[in-house]
């Protein structure tokens, strides 16, 4: 069964780091696209970063530029989205998702996502 995991999520001060991971079982990542996605409350679901199946190409959404990495290990099995300099704006139900076409950031499996709210 394809089944993605996240996790990693939790409570930071303005500020701070955290790093995020997804895990994917059933299938190997190496092979796709993968992105990460947030859901602010009361508000559509946005990219927040994309990664090519290749690794050589990599998109991010502007206000997350220079703050957010994206990466994988592919011997893990597993996708990262290392956040600092943390905001309250960043605060939501962080989604990974693979099989992405990221100059559409449009993706066919979904995690269930794993909240962060950054808050003093």
């Known amino acids: 069964q394809l089944q993605l995991v996240e996790s990693g999520g939790g409570l930071v001060q303005p500020g701070g780091s955290l790093r995020l991971s997804c895990a994917a079982s059933g299938f190997t990542l190496d092979y796709y696209g993968v992105g990460w996605f947030r859901q602010a409350p009361g508000k559509e679901r946005e990219g927040v970063s994309c990664l090519s199946s290749s690794g050589g190409s990599t998109n991010y959404v502007d206000s997350v530029k220079g703050r957010f990495t994206i990466s994988r290990d592919n011997a893990k099995n597993t996708v990262y989205l290392q956040m600092n300099s943390l905001k309250p704006d960043d605060t939501g139900v962080y989604y990974c998702?693979?099989?992405?076409?990221?100059?559409?950031?449009?993706?066919?499996?979904w995690g269930q996502g794993t909240q962060v709210t950054v808050s003093s």
């Open positions: 998702a693979a099989d992405c076409g990221c100059s559409d950031w449009y993706c066919d499996y």
